[in-house]
């Protein structure tokens, strides 16, 4: 690993092609989830050595812990965070070919499927934060029970 200025953290440098065990380390993740994600389609390796091992460039490790902060920070589901690569990908696709046509037709076309994609992914946020206030009000409940179990137990040691 070298120090990378930008980001002030160890990392691979950006010629550096990892092997699977190698980026696994790199993110917190093991090799056979890293396995997972490719059979599942999330992942690519960007190649493969002589002797057919899977390697990992500097995006790839990115990705992985896209994928990782995903699951674990924001608790996505494997097909929710599939839908949103795949959402993304869609999104620099017609990115692209919206710059290179002059077509209105294409690019109204682009632009309503780009809308579409971006309002699904709001509805999945907010479904996400819905969920997570539910959770917060159950444990504030939890807190305010065992509050009230440790005011009780005050009150009968005085």
């Known amino acids: 690993m070298e120090r ?3 980001r002030g953290a160890d990392a691979p440098r950006a010629d550096r092609m990892l092997r699977i065990n190698e980026a696994a380390a790199e993110v917190g993740l093991t090799p056979r989830s890293i396995r997972y994600y490719e059979e599942l389609g999330l992942l690519r390796p960007a ?7 899977r390697l990992y460039d ?8 896209f994928i990782r902060g995903l ?4 608790g996505y589901s494997l097909a929710e965070i599939g839908r949103l690569l795949e959402d993304e990908e869609a999104r620099a ?3 692209e070919r919206f710059r290179a046509t002059a077509d209105p037709g294409e690019r109204r076309a682009l632009a309503l499927d780009t809308l579409e994609r971006t309002e699904r992914r709001i509805a999945t946020l907010r479904e996400k934060a819905e969920r997570l206030e539910a959770m917060i009000a159950e444990a504030e409940d939890r807190r305010a029970h065992l509050l009230g179990h440790l005011a009780e137990l005050e009150a009968a040691d005085s």
């Open 58 to 65: 500097a995006s790839d490790v990115e990705r992985l812990r």
């Open 93 to 95: 696709r017609a990115r």
């Open 47 to 53: 190649g493969r050595s002589q002797g057919s091992y």
């Open 4 to 6: 990378d200025p930008a």
């Open 71 to 74: 699951r674990d920070d924001a």
